[in-house]
């Protein structure tokens, strides 16, 4: 996909339609025009902290306030040191004096087609209900509570709970294996794991519960486990151990004030992969990820009190958390939350929620849009989709095909699409069209939001000319950036900020073009992007090493026409003879060890890896191989790639 050195990496992406907002759109719009965009954008980078000061003294609730905008001690940032505030209290409380307190703050379909709508002040009940039955099981501020859910209401509350009473929640996605989550509890030290018996897939049952009862073998930190019934499969409840929620829940108070909590308060730990084999807890705070998430949602999102807002991530991704949890609600928004899969029962079920909620804004990802064109365009045009009127990509680049397909057919051609870039580091999006002020380009995500400063630089730190790959850095602290890695400081210095002097490192590849608008060309480090989920190739190969047959492991990713990126793996074995029941059990040993997400689409067996003279891996060979632009001979078998290495003399 691209080369691995800043400055060295040559784009052969050609793309000049360019589609100016609809006029319609832009009169209506909360920023209107690109003279609006480049004075707020000016306005933020002469002078971050009166912009920021401003907003957060305006639009957060302050049980204390602030005495300093930023406190920047490279590479650590505080944001509105010495403020009091609540995150919880900002999505939820705030809203119960204004016209909003009746307002849906969550309308909720799950995948058997069973409906549910929370309004801001039912909501507000709920969470404070269940934050009681957090202090009742003994949780105290600064603890750690593990979340593993299906997409339901819950999931939110559960989140918004330990909000409120500065618990530290770590939301695991429910896709990942029981090692994963002891692993992930483990790092954590969780005190608390909350779950439900299962979820709805595919119109099949995932038994989260169960999922979990191994998980909890291996996470001794963990008390207490909550249990939610969601589907009244049969579960194991340990007795002194697992509590049922509903039973919880009955006794609970709804009266739970929000508890005052400094501005840097840790509020979540979201696990990510980096370019090592441990998966990194990124630490998020309370004030200044709660400014960000809101603002970037107003601005990209255009967003208006009668909309109704559709993010189809899931919250166990930072997308979840910012753009279906604390950025929509601290903006007294309306979210469509969806439990199940995009093709259940059938392949309409997305234009179905569209259609039947009249949803206004459709957040979603390009291997979902991918997906969705071949299925075909019959399942749309079944559909009335007149009510979107802004859509939006997230997770990875979107090829201009599908960006077209994703306009015109879903948009009609009447909808902007923002292609929002951003990292779970980042917080919050970081660069996008703003809807109605920038003019698109399919495959750009176009220009950075307010106060964010990018750069691309070379190996060196030194501006590339434009038109020129580097690596893409940014210059500036800014509201949601992480503020370290979970027991890990040194990792965080290491990760971020020793490659380029006073500079974040997002290990991202871009370039940007004469127009000023920015191209994502992919990750500079082992990092993968399948489905748009973030996997390091040396995860996917401890997996495999520590599967008996094994003697070593090369992953790397090939393209992919639905998933972006398919993992293709390439195994040394010890004793072994490969055989296609090997190549099945290794696809199931990774599944087990990490999630579903990482499970391998192709195995190919060899008696070495390629390597360099110094003993390292040539991953861009082995890409090569993989994605078919080289051939060995027999693919079947056994094969020997040491040959073609030679025979090539590389060096990477
Ligand atoms: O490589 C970029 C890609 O996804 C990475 C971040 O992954 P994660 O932390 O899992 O967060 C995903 C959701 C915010 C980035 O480093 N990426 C994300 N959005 C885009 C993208 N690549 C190109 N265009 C995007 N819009």
Not at 168 to 188: L, M, Q, T, Y
Not at 200 to 213: A, I
Not at 411 to 439: F, K, N, Y
Request: with cysteine.
């Amino acid at each position: 996909m691209n080369g691995s050195a800043g400055g060295q990496i040559d784009s052969v992406m050609q793309e000049a339609r360019v589609f100016p907002p609809p006029p319609e759109f832009a009169a209506r719009a909360r920023i209107g025009s690109m003279e609006e965009y480049e004075a707020l954008y000016a306005r933020a980078k002469n002078d971050p902290e009166s912009f920021w000061g401003a907003y957060a003294r305006e639009e957060l609730h302050w049980f204390e306030p602030f005495t300093k905008v930023l406190e920047w001690n490279e590479p650590y940032a505080k944001w509105f040191v010495g403020g009091k505030t609540n995150i919880s209290y900002n999505c939820l409380d705030r809203h119960l004096e204004s016209p909003r307190r009746h307002k849906a703050a969550i309308v909720w379909e799950g995948e058997p087609g069973d409906q549910r709508v929370l309004t801001y002040d039912q909501l507000h009940r709920e969470v404070c209900r269940f934050a009681n039955v957090l202090k009742h099981l003994g949780i105290e501020k600064g603890d750690r509570v593990s979340i593993y859910m299906p997409m339901v209401p819950e999931l939110a509350i559960a989140m918004l709970a330990c909000a409120r009473i500065g618990a530290v929640h770590s939301v695991i996605f429910a896709g990942f294996s029981a090692e994963a989550i002891a692993e992930r509890n483990h790092d954590a030290e969780a005190k608390l794991q909350i779950t439900a018996d299962g979820g709805w897939r595919r119109g099949k049952v995932l038994p989260l519960k169960e999922t979990v009862d191994q998980a909890l073998e291996k996470s001794p930190t963990v008390q207490k486990c909550v249990v939610l019934r969601r589907v009244g499969n049969d579960v194991t409840m340990k007795e002194g151990r697992d509590y049922w929620w509903h039973e919880l829940m009955e006794e609970a108070s709804t009266d739970c004030p929000a508890e005052p909590l400094d501005s840097e308060h840790p509020l979540f730990i979201l696990y990510t992969s980096g370019s090592t084999g441990k998966p990194k807890g990124i630490r998020h705070t309370t004030a200044g990820y709660n400014l960000y998430t809101k603002k970037t949602f107003e601005w990209v999102f255009d967003y208006r009190d009668e909309d109704l807002f559709w993010c189809t991530a899931d919250c166990g991704w930072i997308t979840g958390h910012s753009y279906i949890v604390y950025g929509p609600l601290s903006a007294g928004a309306s979210v469509m939350m969806y439990e199940g899969a995009p093709n259940w029962p059938a392949e309409d079920r997305f234009w179905d929620i569209i259609e039947k909620y009249r949803v206004n804004t459709l957040y979603t990802a390009p291997t979902a849009i991918r997906a969705f064109i071949k299925w075909g365009d019959e399942h749309v045009e079944k559909h009335d989709l007149s009510s979107l009127r802004l859509l939006g990509t997230v997770g990875e680049g979107i090829n201009p095909e599908a960006w077209m397909w994703y306009h015109e057919k879903i948009g009609g051609g009447r909808c902007p699409i923002v292609d929002t870039w951003w990292q779970t580091e980042t917080g919050g999006i970081m660069m996008s069209p703003l809807p109605g002020a920038t003019p698109t380009k399919p495959g750009s995500c176009t220009k950075p939001l307010p106060g964010i400063i990018p750069r691309i630089v070379d190996a060196q730190g030194n501006d590339v000319p434009v038109g020129h790959g580097g690596w893409l850095v940014i210059a500036k602290p800014w509201p949601g950036m992480l503020r370290g890695i979970w027991g890990n400081e040194e990792r965080y210095v290491e990760q971020y900020w020793s490659k380029i002097p006073h500079c974040y490192l997002t290990g991202d590849n871009a370039r940007v073009d004469e127009d000023g608008y920015y191209w994502i060309m992919g990750r500079i480090d082992d990092v993968i992007n399948v489905s748009g989920h973030r996997l390091s190739t040396i995860e996917v190969e401890s997996a495999l090493v520590s599967h008996p047959a094994v003697a070593e492991a090369a992953a790397v990713g090939r393209p992919d026409e639905i998933k972006g990126q398919a993992i293709a793996v390439f195994v040394v074995l010890k004793d072994a003879e490969p055989s296609d029941a090997l190549r099945d059990e290794l696809r199931q040993h990774v599944r087990q060890e990490i999630g579903a997400l990482a499970q391998p689409d192709d195995v190919r067996f060899t008696t070495a890896l390629p390597k360099t003279r110094s003993g390292k891996i040539m991953r861009r060979l082995l890409r090569d191989i993989a994605s078919g632009k080289e051939t060995v001979g027999d693919t079947t078998t056994l094969e020997d790639y040491t040959v073609l290495a030679k025979l090539r003399g590389d060096e990477e």
